[in-house]
Each structure stands twice: as structure tokens, then as C-alpha cells.
């Protein structure tokens, strides 16, 4: 009886240490995509450079890709841009570019001065792709596989760490299977 | 007293005019009501209703065509669920990932009730042991009188 006086208390105090913890390991800005595991909300989106070109997730199927959502207002974007043309350099997997609320003349622009690591970006002008696809906070990058389902979503700029920890290995195993 | 009525007479004209103002649409009202429990992604601790953030902006639009077109509140929330995950509801709804979060407090009332319970009855057990036999009592009584 006289152990369970202090022993309690220090247990409830320790589970609550435990839980802030882990509380404290967490970034509350990523909140987790309820897409994954869900097919790629279907848009279809004038490219870019050739505003008469419509192009969706329905014509990359069959292959494993990245969309990444991007702006040319995006502060953040240019910190994980030379990641992206190093990975374009590379030619592993793909990379769509969303080009979100942005005008196209100045996506061009941007494109055109930090260079393009895109196969093709799409402008979404008005953002309503991007809220199908729960877009939050720009830059955003998804991977879809073969058959076209979301299956992993990286929000903020794409650091090198999650590119060869995360990402890279998940596109090789998508690619395989 | 001229200046007076007029005075009097500008008072009823703005009171007149304040109450010709049209009475709040009912779905500016409801829209309100929907995007107050509804969380911006953007700002997160602001709802929907109260953030600037474009992309607030852009929801609150989406929301005001979806309910034009005759969408309920519940769709609504669907679409938004659907997009953004239960972190856009204020309220979480009842799932099992939540389950703690909605029953831990009743659940910790509980184990607190107990405890509560088997510490007094031990207390008073244990008063009880040290209060006097009704033999002691009169044995006592006895000796003082």
C-alpha cells in the first residue's frame, strides 16, 4: 500500500513523459494524406511549354513517377530544386511538375532561370487540382505507381535525406514490381 | 426648438434606414456555421472561416459552389475528409484512431473514481479500527464519573 502511494503517480508521470516525448519528435505541420494507398485524383491540365497539350495521370500509367507541386512565388521550392535536377540528371523515375497558382508566364520564367528538371510541368492555375490532391503546403511531392495509386507523400522542400532514405528506395521497389 | 425636430426627425430617418438593412442570407449563415468547425491547413490553428491564407480562400469558394449546387453539410465535410484527412475537422469524428482520444477522459474519471473509493474506504477502515468498542466506551465513562 505505501509503494503504491508514490508508484502510481510516478507511472502516470511516466507514461505522460513518454507520450510528450514522442509529441516533441513530431513536425505538426506534416498531417498525414488520406490519399495514400488511393488512386491519383485525375486532372488534365495544359503542359507548360505547349499550352495546347492536355496531360493527366491517366497518360502515365504503367510507369512509376513523382508529381511535385511547385511555384514560382514558392520561397521554399528553390531549396529543393537542385535536388530535382540532379535527380532528373540521373533519369530514375520521372518527375511531373504542378505548376500550382501560378501564372504560366511566370512558372516559364522560373523554369527558365533555375532550370527545368521536369519531363513536363502542368499549369494549375486555379489550384483546384491541387485541393483534389490535398495540397497544403507548397512544395508537395507525391509517388504513383504503376497502376496509378498514390503511395507516398512528402511535404516541404525534399531534403537529400528523404530522397535517398525514403523516396529513391520506395520508386525501386515500385519500379520492380 | 426648429433644430430640435429636425434633430428628432434625422434620429428616426437613420433608425429606419439601420432597419432596412436586408436580414443576413440564410447560406452566408449556414457557410459561416460549416467553416467555423472546420480547420485551415495552412494556419492551423485558425478555422476555415477566420484565415486569409489563399488557400482558405480557394476552400471557402469550392464550399460556396458545392452548397449552390445543393451539396449538404455532410458532403461537404466529405469532400474536405477525403482531401485533407480528419485534421481538417475541429470535431474528430469516432474512429478507432480517435477512440482515446474521446473515451481516455471518461476512462481516466474512472481509474481516478476508484482509487478515490479504495483510498477512503482504507481510511476509513482504518479509523474505524482506532474508534473505541462500545465496552471501552462504557468502561471509560465509568472511570471518569
Not at chain 1, 530514375?92 to 504560366?104: A, F, N, R, S
Not at chain 1, 507516398?152 to 521497389?173: N, S, Y
Amino acid at each position: 500500500m505505501k509503494t503504491l502511494r508514490w508508484s502510481i503517480p510516478l507511472a502516470v508521470f511516466a507514461i505522460l513523459v513518454v507520450f510528450l516525448a514522442i509529441g516533441l519528435t513530431r513536425d505538426p505541420r506534416e498531417v498525414p494524406s488520406p490519399l495514400i494507398g488511393k488512386p491519383a485524383p485525375a486532372f488534365r491540365l495544359a503542359q507548360l511549354d505547349q499550352p495546347d497539350k492536355l496531360l493527366g495521370p491517366a497518360d502515365l500509367r504503367g510507369q512509376v513517377w513523382l508529381l511535385n507541386v511547385w511555384a514560382s512565388w514558392c520561397v521554399s521550392c528553390r531549396v529543393e530544386h537542385p535536388l530535382l535536377l540532379d535527380l532528373a540528371k540521373a533519369g530514375i523515375v520521372p518527375v511531373v511538375g504542378l505548376d500550382y497558382k501560378d501564372k504560366p508566364d511566370d512558372g516559364r520564367a522560373w523554369l527558365a532561370q533555375h532550370g527545368d528538371p521536369y519531363r513536363v510541368s502542368v499549369q494549375d492555375v486555379d489550384g483546384r487540382a491541387g485541393i483534389d490532391w490535398g495540397v497544403y503546403g507548397v512544395p508537395e511531392t507525391f509517388v504513383i505507381d504503376k497502376n496509378g495509386t498514390i503511395r507516398f507523400k512528402h511535404i516541404g522542400p525534399v531534403t537529400a535525406e528523404a530522397l535517398q532514405q525514403t523516396i529513391l528506395p520506395l520508386v525501386r521497389e515500385l519500379q520492380r514490381s | 426648438m426648429n433644430v430640435l425636430l429636425r434633430m428628432l426627425a434625422c434620429t428616426l430617418m437613420a433608425a429606419s434606414l439601420a432597419h432596412a438593412q436586408p436580414a443576413p442570407d440564410p447560406l452566408d449563415a449556414r457557410l459561416k456555421r460549416l467553416e467555423t468547425d472546420l480547420r485551415c491547413l495552412v494556419c492551423q490553428n485558425q478555422t476555415l472561416a477566420d484565415s486569409d491564407a489563399p488557400l482558405a480562400v480557394d476552400l471557402r469558394n469550392e464550399i460556396r459552389e458545392m452548397a449552390v449546387k445543393g451539396h449538404s453539410d455532410d458532403d461537404i465535410r466529405a469532400f474536405l475528409l477525403a482531401r485533407y484527412g480528419d485534421f481538417v475537422l475541429y470535431k474528430p469524428r469516432f474512429t478507432p484512431i480517435t477512440w482515446l482520444l474521446w473515451l481516455g477522459p471518461f476512462a481516466l474519471l474512472i481509474v481516478g473514481g476508484v482509487i478515490g473509493w479504495a483510498v477512503l474506504r482504507a481510511r476509513a477502515r482504518a479509523a474505524g479500527a482506532e474508534a473505541p468498542t462500545p465496552a471501552a466506551e462504557r468502561t471509560a465513562r465509568e472511570l471518569l464519573s
